[in-house]
T-cell receptor, first 111, second 115 residues
Framework: DAKTTQPPSMDCAEGRAANLPCNHS???????VYWYRQIHSQGPQYIIH???NNETNEMASLIITEDRKSSTLILPHATLRDTAVYYC????????????FGAGTRLTVKP | DAGVIQSPRHEVTEMGQEVTLRCKPI?????LFWYRQTMMRGLELLIY????????DSGMPEDRFSAKMPNASFSTLKIQPSEPRDSAVYFC???FGSGANQPQHFGDGTRLSIL
């Protein structure tokens, strides 16, 4: 599976957009980009995923660059409850059941 | 909608005791996964089932670990005998199918402490 690189931490002001970057420069054509988050003492929460196109759901938007080597998760209006560790994962179709979480980005939303 | 339900949320027991963790997947999901999370090793896949059948148990650390899925709505992970190094948070996840395009949804885990 392709390796991902994320900044270890970020801050965001409440009500502003949080933009979390992820680098996956070795991604293959059949690998999906997934985003999860984990709030302390809870299980990982699925946010969004995509292959090539940008995606949007009720939680967030996922922007994938045209060369697919990086992506950005956007939380449009961050709240204090969005404070969590955010994980970017690349998931291959041939070994698609092992969700390899890296160190992630610790996002702190500040009032 | 009910998510993945795990029980117990916390378990503290003495070394050598049998431990049974339980999981109820999301209704309609036919793939179920057991993970273990520690600070040192992060999240590790232990075993996964598809349509109640174990498909890959290569992540199960030792013969002390066993998992069953007697029906589509229930799975157990058993450790016998337990050891202090088994202390971790154990997560169950489920998905609709096991394809790379199917997100896994996690429960809130069982925090296991072996004394």
């Amino acid at each position: 599976d392709a390796k991902t690189t994320q900044p270890p931490s970020m801050d965001c002001a409440e009500g502003r957009a949080a933009n979390l970057p992820c680098n996956h420069s070795t991604i293959s054509g059949n690998e999906y980009v997934y985003w999860y988050r984990q709030i302390h003492s809870q299980g990982p929460q699925y946010i969004i995923h995509g292959l090539k196109n940008n995606e949007t759901n009720e939680m967030a938007s996922l922007i994938i660059t045209e060369d697919r080597k990086s992506s950005t998760l956007i939380l449009p209006h961050a709240t204090l409850r969005d404070t969590a560790v955010y994980y970017c994962i690349v998931r291959a179709s041939y070994n698609n059941n092992d969700m390899r979480f890296g160190a992630g980005t610790r996002l702190t939303v500040k009032p | 909608d009910a998510g993945v339900i795990q029980s117990p949320r916390h378990e503290v027991t003495e070394m050598g005791q049998e431990v049974t963790l339980r999981c109820k997947p999301i209704s309609g999901h036919n793939s179920l996964f057991w993970y273990r999370q520690t600070m040192m090793r992060g999240l590790e896949l232990l075993i996964y089932f598809n349509n109640n059948v174990p498909i890959d148990d290569s992540g199960m650390p030792e013969d002390r670990f066993s998992a069953k899925m007697p029906n589509a709505s229930f799975s157990t992970l058993k450790i016998q005998p337990s050891e202090p190094r088994d202390s971790a948070v154990y997560f169950c996840a489920s998905s609709f199918g096991s394809g790379a395009n199917q997100p896994q949804h996690f429960g809130d885990g069982t925090r296991l402490s072996i004394l």
